[in-house]
């Protein structure tokens, strides 16, 4: 069993940056791959960035490429997105999410979910 607990969200302006923070109890922590996944209102929740389980492969949505970078620390057990040049269309509520057989880009084949953090981009 994994809890997930997103932190770092808020109201920033275009151009600027937000980091945040998952937080995952249970030892098993570094045996999950990590995925940020976003649900802006009206849409469906939508792949963002993953991280393999040792951090040495990652994988990013066209739309944030260059922009956001995700990573992980095991031995702080959390694992963190940094959203540089933020624009009004990243506005979302942002979900981290834990699985146990690798990398996935499915909001399906994740195992255990984040409440969320709401971002807010203003123009």
């Known amino acids: 069993q994994v809890q997930l607990v997103e932190s770092g969200g808020g109201l920033v302006q275009a151009g600027g940056s937000l980091r945040l923070s998952c937080a995952a109890s249970g030892r098993t922590f570094s045996t999950y791959a990590m995925g940020w996944f976003r649900q802006a209102p009206g849409k469906e929740r939508e792949f963002v960035a993953a991280?393999?389980?040792?951090?040495?492969?990652?994988y990013y949505a066209d739309s944030v490429k260059g922009r956001f970078t995700i990573s992980r620390d095991n031995a702080k057990n959390t694992v963190y997105l940094q959203m540089n040049s933020l624009k009004p269309e990243d506005t979302a509520v942002y979900y981290c999410?834990?699985?146990?057989?690798?990398?996935?880009?499915?909001?399906?084949?994740?195992?255990?979910w984040g409440q969320g953090t709401q971002v807010t981009v203003s123009s």
């Open positions: 999410a834990a699985h146990a057989s690798g990398v996935a880009y499915y909001t399906t084949d994740y195992d255990y």
């Open positions: 991280i393999s389980w040792g951090g040495g492969s990652t």
